[in-house]
């Protein structure tokens, strides 16, 4: 080492150049000055001069930073100490870096994992405010922070060099330009959401050009930008977009995660969605974004702030971990060593730790103001909302969401469960949030595949949840309908198969959601069965029509139009491949499936019945009511109906002459009265219409093709309909 005098080492810090041998490491220190920087903001922040490097850590005794020449390089070309720390903020300020330098930490601290530290500075760990990923971490045993022959005990100090396998951040110049782009802002109440992956909504598409295939620019090219805009839906949802990092017993089995779940980074795109290479990822997503805006769709992001990548505490040490691990994720009161798991994944990130809520913030805020997105879908919501381990909507999440000025004009979803004790949480989240409707799934498809006594549960998701959501002043559209998502069957799996059929997840087909309520109409999987492919078939579209027929805002899963289906695959998360990708050859019968799907959602969106901005409760304004919910008998429903077990049939009549409703200008708005008619038994059932009720039109026509009946079929009142099995039609009234 050479050393020499230093008038203010409060100034200055150490530089090392390391060479790597499996049993040697030579470290030669010379010092280098480096001026203070600041602490805010946090992550490396070029200003034209240089760029600012600042790190929490709380319990950190000192912090390296280490910066590299290439991707490739086995060690850094300087390791710098951050020479200043203002409370937990380490920080420091290089005038000769510039946007596309590659850096890293290494952070001191007490390895004492009885006490839930686990520093170890062998181990690069990356910025979590890292805006791109200069280079993925690489699975190798020199990742983890411990001994691997130790692991039970926790005992042993790893002192292998992670450096040529760490994964290493990326200065970036947050300068995009986003020419006149603007927000489409639809409202809730004409939302349609059409969930989707990245990845697989365009690997499979013949007219993509092969280079853009399964990345954000193939997602804006002109063949699937076409679908979308045709199909009629105004908001794209898709899948985690954060970078993210497999895990290793899936990387060995030849496997990936392919939905991305497992977040390595909370600023950085998923590099591999670049069409342009890893360094292009994030102008690449802000063009599809201001692609995507320009056709009137929206953007939300699905965003996965419960857990990491780094499992549990037999994890690597990648980032957050070797930062700071008792303060990033919750650990159990009574022995720290191990960590808190609400998520399935081995740790719960503890987003009630002041410094933790302000990276999840600031990192929402700036996939908002930089990139440009319309709101987030939150995975696994309910571990968010965790003080420490139990359940408060009141927590310090809510609360800086509800008062920023920015998060709180966004679209904010909510999955409303995680693992832990009373985890479910449907119906629970604050005003401001919507809601994955867990029941309203599980209604419909126990509905129509036939349970029993599913007629009362069935009419109340039809009219929004209002026993969700009315009481705490919520709106319809606080519900987010939803049949299939990405999380279990597609919809053509859903009427095909009745058990999941996860083998090449190679996990002895015990991962996956259950239970299903599904049906194979028949015959698991495939068939040649007239009969059983006539059932499916009816079943897809009485599913689908259900969707859009309901008031809330309507789900559709990306590739349910297209008939997509994963081989009975309810849990297809390591799946990237033709079992995930969307099939876009399609024969006549998914032809005119999709025509039936597109037909639907331009039925909901004409009408304003459907998408009401208050619930249905039958009440009545003179002698006609908002909704009249019919028996085939030709009758309203009575109390002895909903209490009946038999019963699968009945008809919903909503009148369009009371829809308490303003437009944009403040205008009332009125619809038609229509008569929705479901037949979930096995049997045809006939249906006699409305005579004599107030309102009764002079004429009925059907509004869309369904089994046995020809759209544009018209019938008198009083007159009798049939309907087929599994079936669902629309009638429109016809004033005389």
């Known amino acids: 080492m050479f050393s020499f005098p230093l008038p203010d080492a409060s100034l200055y810090c150490a530089a090392h150049s390391i060479i790597h041998d499996p049993k040697v490491v030579t470290s030669v220190q010379i010092f280098v000055q480096i001026p203070p920087g600041k602490p805010a903001p946090l992550g490396a922040t070029w200003n034209g001069k240089g760029v600012n490097f600042a790190l929490f850590s709380e319990n950190a005794t000192a912090v390296d930073l280490v910066l590299f020449d290439h991707p490739e390089a086995d060690a850094p070309s300087r390791t710098l100490r951050l020479p200043e720390r203002t409370g937990p903020i380490r920080h420091g300020f290089l005038p000769d870096v510039e946007p596309g330098q590659l850096y890293g930490y290494r952070v001191h601290g007490p390895y004492d994992p009885e006490n839930g530290h686990r520093f170890n500075p062998n181990k690069i760990v990356l910025d979590p405010y890292a805006r791109l990923i200069g280079r993925r ?35 970036v110049d947050d300068c995009f330009e986003w020419q006149d782009d603007l927000s489409p802002a639809v409202p809730w109440s004409e939302t349609i959401i059409y969930e989707t992956h990245v990845r697989g909504i365009s690997m499979g598409h013949p007219d993509v050009p092969e280079a853009l295939r399964g990345t954000f620019a193939g997602l804006v090219s002109a063949p699937i930008l076409d679908h979308l805009t045709s199909l ?22 030849g496997l990936t995660n392919y939905w991305g779940y497992n977040p390595l980074s909370y600023f950085a795109p998923e590099p591999s969605y670049s069409s342009a290479g890893p360094a292009a990822a994030v102008t690449e997503f802000q063009s599809m974004v201001r692609a995507l805006h320009a056709a009137g769709l929206e953007v939300i992001v699905d965003v996965v702030y419960n857990h990491t990548a780094e499992g549990n505490r037999l994890g690597p040490t990648l980032s957050f971990r070797g930062i700071d691990n008792l303060a990033y994720y919750k650990e159990l009161p009574d022995s720290p060593r191990y960590l808190a798991d609400y998520t399935g994944t081995g740790n719960t990130l503890d987003a009630g730790n002041p410094h933790v ?52 004009q966004v679209k904010l979803i909510a999955e409303p469960w995680d693992i832990g004790p009373g985890g479910y949480q449907v119906g629970s989240f604050p005003w401001q949030w919507t809601e994955w409707n867990g029941k309203y799934r599980d209604a419909v498809r126990r509905y129509w595949r036939g349970d029993r006594a599913m007629v009362a549960e069935m009419a109340t998701r039809l009219a929004g949840s209002s026993d969700l959501y009315e009481k705490s002043g919520r709106k319809p559209f606080a519900s987010i309908n939803f049949v299939t998502a990405h999380d279990g069957f597609t919809l053509e799996d859903l009427v095909s198969y009745e058990r999941k059929h996860n083998l090449a997840n190679m996990e002895d ?16 999987g495939p068939s040649s069965s007239p009969k059983i492919l006539r059932r499916r078939a009816a079943l897809k579209r009485s599913l689908m029509a259900t969707l859009f027929l309901s008031q809330g805002v309507p789900m559709l899963l990306g590739g349910d139009e297209l008939s997509r289906s994963q081989r009975g695959n309810n849990n297809a998360y390591c799946q990237d491949n033709r079992i995930s990708w969307y099939d876009w050859v399609l024969d006549d019968e998914k032809k005119s499936f999709l025509k039936f799907v597109r037909e639907i959602i331009a039925f909901r969106r004409a009408h304003p019945s459907f998408r009401r901005q208050g619930f249905l409760n039958g009440n009545a304004e003179g002698e006609v009511r908002d909704v009249t919910w019919w028996h085939a008998s030709g009758r309203p429903m009575e109390k002895d109906d909903w209490r009946s077990e038999s019963l699968a049939s ?10 308490a409703d303003r437009d944009a200008e403040g205008a009332s708005v009125s619809d038609g009265t ?29 509004a869309h093709q369904c089994d046995g009946i020809e759209k544009g079929t018209r019938w008198g009142p009083g007159a009798s309909v049939s309907l087929e099995p599994g079936s669902l039609a629309v009638l429109v009234a016809l004033p005389g």
């Open 137 to 171: 971490p690489e699975w190798n045993d020199a990742l983890y922070g411990f001994e691997i022959g130790h692991e039970r005990s926790d005992a042993s100090f790893d002192e292998r060099d992670n450096a040529p396998y760490a994964a290493l951040g990326c200065v």
């Open 232 to 253: 009629g839906v105004t908001t794209i949802q898709l899948l985690p977009v954060h970078c993210k990092f497999s895990e290793r017993a899936l990387v060995e089995a």
């Open 357 to 408: 809520l302000h990276l999840i913030t600031d990192s929402l805020r700036y996939w908002v103001q930089e990139m440009h997105v319309d709101g987030f879908r939150f995975d696994l919501a309910s571990s968010l909302a965790r003080d420490y381990h139990d359940i408060n909507m009141l927590s310090a999440f809510f609360q800086v969401i509800q008062q920023d000025p920015v998060l709180s």
């Open 509 to 524: 087909n015990r991962d996956g959601h259950e239970p299903n309520y599904s049906t194979n109409c028949g015959s698991e």
């Open 650 to 659: 009945f008809g919903m009549l909503l009148s369009g002459e009371l829809i």
């Open 674 to 702: 229509f008569l929705v008619l479901l037949n979930a038994s096995s049997n045809e059932m006939t249906f006699r219409l409305p005579v004599g009720e107030a309102g009764s039109p002079d004429l009925w026509e059907a």
